[in-house]
Structures are given as C-alpha cells and as structure tokens.
C-alpha cells in the first residue's frame, strides 16, 4: 500500500504562485514515476506533470513554462511549482503514483486563482 499526502494548496491572485508538495509512504519504490494531475468542477481529471526517478519530465501544453515538477527520492516526496498562475488553473490538484500494480492517488488539494 502506498499513501500520497498534499499539500500546499489555498487561494491565489492571478499571476500569483504555489508550491505544492505531495509526500508518499508506504511500500515506496523511488524507481516509480510520480506526476501531479488536476480536477476542475464538471471536468475530467487531468494530466498536469509527470517526473520519473531520472528525473525525465513531461508537461500538459497549457502549464508549460510557468510550473516545474521536483522530486526528492531521499524523501519520497515531489514538488510542483506553479508560477503565472491563472484563474482557469482552479481546480483540485490530486498527487499519483505509478506501480505496476497501479496507480495511488492522494486526497487532493484545493487551489484556487482569483481574477
């Protein structure tokens, strides 16, 4: 089993940022890739960025340029800057863990831009 803690989340003024960081325990393997994905009300859950444990990235379009995924395999926690943020970047922001067994998810983090 395996257990996703975030946090980090709250309100923000456009143009504003946050860092949110998601902390995982349990049966932890640094080898697993670790992303951050997003849910906005009436929306599908979405990718917003995945780290391996090379350190290898990949970005949806529309945050490319303004967040940056971390990750600290010592702690087995990963980061997700988020800069330039937006009011359509609202939404809950949930940490995933890849095994081959399958995916965890954490419980979510609220973010929230205002205009």
């Known amino acids: 089993q395996v257990q996703l803690v975030e946090s980090g989340g709250g309100l923000v003024q456009a143009g504003g940022s946050l860092r949110l960081s998601c902390a995982a325990s349990?049966?932890?393997?640094?080898?697993?890739?670790m992303g951050w994905y997003r849910q906005a009300p009436g929306k599908q859950r979405e990718l917003v960025a995945r780290?391996?444990?090379?350190?290898?990235?990949n970005y949806a379009d529309y945050v490319k340029g303004r967040c940056t995924i971390s990750r600290d395999n010592a702690k087995n926690t990963v980061y997700l800057q988020m800069n330039s943020l937006k009011p359509e970047d609202t939404a809950v922001y949930y940490c995933?863990?890849?095994?081959?067994?399958?995916?965890?998810w954490g419980q979510g983090t609220q973010v929230t831009v205002s205009s």
């Open positions: 349990g049966s932890i393997f640094s080898i697993n890739a």
């Open positions: 780290i391996t444990s090379y350190g290898t990235t």
């Open positions: 995933s863990y890849s095994s081959p067994g399958g995916d965890y």
